[in-house]
Nanobody
Framework: QVQLVESGGGLVQAGGSLRLSCAASGRTFTLYAMGWFRQAPGKEREFVAA????????RYADSVKGRFTISRDNAKNTVYLQMNSLKPEDTAVYYC?????????????????WGQGTQVTVSS
């Protein structure tokens, strides 16, 4: 069982930065792939970024590539999402998720555990 708790959301002006954190419980954290998804009002949940269990592989949605960076600190059981050059269209609730297969996946239905979400609002 893995519990995930996100933090770091807030209100920021366009062009600004935020860093989201996701703290995980459970001794097997290092074996999970970790992903970030987001859901804007009236829209489906969409993939943002993911990192494989062994750090070596990462994937990003085209809409955030070059602006967002996912990283993980297995010693701290934490995954991060550094978000730079934020745009109003980045406004959403951001969710952290864990995939027990350990492999990168862009499909939300394949993730096993989810956090409660943290709101990110980017003003124009």
């Amino acid at each position: 069982q893995v519990q995930l708790v996100e933090s770091g959301g807030g209100l920021v002006q366009a062009g600004g930065s935020l860093r989201l954190s996701c703290a995980a419980s459970g001794r097997t954290f290092t074996l999970y792939a970790m992903g970030w998804f987001r859901q804007a009002p009236g829209k489906e949940r969409e993939f943002v970024a993911a990192v494989k269990w062994g750090y070596s592989s990462k994937r990003y949605a085209d809409s955030v590539k070059g602006r967002f960076t996912i990283s993980r600190d297995n010693a701290k059981n934490t995954v991060y999402l550094q978000m730079n050059s934020l745009k109003p269209e980045d406004t959403a609730v951001y969710y952290c998720a864990a995939d027990a297969t350990g492999m990168i996946d862009t499909t939300s239905a394949n993730y096993d555990y989810w956090g409660q979400g943290t709101q990110v609002t980017v003003s124009s």
